[in-house]
């Protein structure tokens, strides 16, 4: 199966290393920003709220987070990334999400979103979004 997230690689060897539905015994954390960012994507589209909320920043973090199962998830671009690199604390990420309805293949929509990144210890988190379009 090709990862959600459209980098081209297969799910076990991209965003699957870090989810909680591909649960590893030695679990990693995604190095940069992005690739934070892309696992998110992948998280929605494979119906992972655990990992949502477990990358979520424990400040903006909702208590729960229900899934619309209508929203099908099938596109990221990520349109530009400012720092966010393995040796950095903060980091911003611009992309555009494209989602479908389960229901009705022709409702298609996406939006844009700049989000903030943190990282606390070893592992990136999601903070907010920035800017939404
Ligand atoms: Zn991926």
Same mark, same amino acid.
């Given at each position: 199966?090709?990862? #959600?997230?459209h980098?081209?690689?297969?799910?076990?060897?991209?965003?699957? &290393?870090?989810l909680?539905?591909a649960n !590893? %015994?030695?679990? !990693?954390?995604? #190095?940069?920003?992005?690739?934070?960012? &892309?696992?998110r994507?992948?998280?929605?589209?494979?119906? $992972?709220?655990?990992y949502?909320?477990? !990358?979520w920043h424990? $400040?903006?973090? #909702?208590?729960?987070?229900?899934?619309? #199962? $209508?929203?099908?998830?099938?596109?990221?671009?990520?349109?530009?990334t400012e720092?966010?690199?393995?040796? =950095?604390?903060?980091?911003? %990420?611009t992309?555009?999400?494209?989602?479908?309805s389960a229901?009705?293949?022709?409702?298609?929509?996406?939006?844009? =979103?700049?989000?903030s990144?943190t990282? %606390?210890?070893?592992?990136?988190?999601? %903070?907010?979004?920035?800017?939404l379009?």
């Amino acid at each position: 199966m090709r990862c #959600p997230c459209h980098s081209g690689e297969l799910l076990l060897n991209c965003c699957g &290393r870090y989810l909680d539905s591909a649960n !590893t %015994v030695a679990r !990693t954390f995604p #190095p940069t920003a992005e690739a934070l960012m &892309r696992s998110r994507f992948s998280a929605f589209a494979l119906g $992972d709220a655990g990992y949502l909320l477990r !990358t979520w920043h424990s $400040d903006t973090r #909702p208590e729960t987070l229900e899934l619309d #199962p $209508d929203q099908k998830w099938y596109l990221l671009e990520i349109l530009g990334t400012e720092r966010g690199g393995p040796f =950095e604390r903060e980091g911003v %990420v611009t992309f555009r999400a494209h989602y479908r309805s389960a229901a009705n293949r022709k409702l298609r929509d996406s939006f844009t =979103e700049t989000s903030s990144f943190t990282k %606390v210890g070893s592992q990136w988190l999601y %903070v907010q979004a920035l800017e939404l379009q």
